[in-house]
Nanobody
Framework: VQLVESGGGLVQPGGSLRLSCVVS????????IGWFRQVPGKEREGVAC????????NYADSVKGRFTILKDNAKNTVYLQMNMLESEDTAVYSC???????????????????WGQGTQVTVSS
C-alpha cells in the first residue's frame, strides 16, 4: 500500500492550491481517507475526511467553507481543494487511508493505518 501526495507549494494569502493523494494497493471504494496537517511543535490536526462511498465528509472548523475533499475512484486519487488560504494553513499536509466495512465512516482522528510522506504548503506574501 502506498499513498503519494503532491500539489504543495508556496502561495500568497487568499490563493488556492489543490493537493492530490494517489493511493495504490487497494481501491478507494473500500477505503476511508483523511487529510491531516502538522506544524513543528504541534499535534497533527485532522483537516478533512471522506467516507468509502463518498457520501460523507467532515471538516475541521478552521477550514469549513474554504477546503473541499473530493475523490476520483477511477484514478484512485483523493483531492483537497484549498481556497482562500491563510498563513495559519501553513503546514505539512498528509493523506491517510484505512480499509473499512462501513460505507459512511469518516475519521478525523490520526488513527489511520496507511500514511503518505506529506507535502509542504506555505502561505506567505
Amino acid at each position: 500500500v502506498q499513498l503519494v501526495e503532491s500539489g504543495g507549494g508556496l502561495v500568497q494569502p487568499g490563493g488556492s492550491l489543490r493537493l492530490s493523494c494517489v493511493v495504490s494497493g487497494f481501491g478507494l471504494p473500500y477505503a476511508v481517507i483523511g487529510w491531516f496537517r502538522q506544524v513543528p511543535g504541534k499535534e497533527r490536526e485532522g483537516v478533512a475526511c471522506i467516507s468509502r462511498n463518498g457520501g460523507a465528509t467532515n471538516y475541521a472548523d478552521s477550514v469549513k467553507g474554504r477546503f473541499t475533499i473530493l475523490k476520483d475512484n477511477a484514478k484512485n486519487t483523493v483531492y483537497l481543494q484549498m481556497n482562500m488560504l491563510e498563513s495559519e494553513d501553513t503546514a505539512v499536509y498528509s493523506c491517510a487511508a484505512d480499509i473499512t466495512h462501513f460505507p459512511t465512516e469518516c475519521i478525523m482522528r490520526p488513527s489511520y493505518t496507511y500514511w503518505g510522506q506529506g507535502t509542504q504548503v506555505t502561505v506567505s506574501s
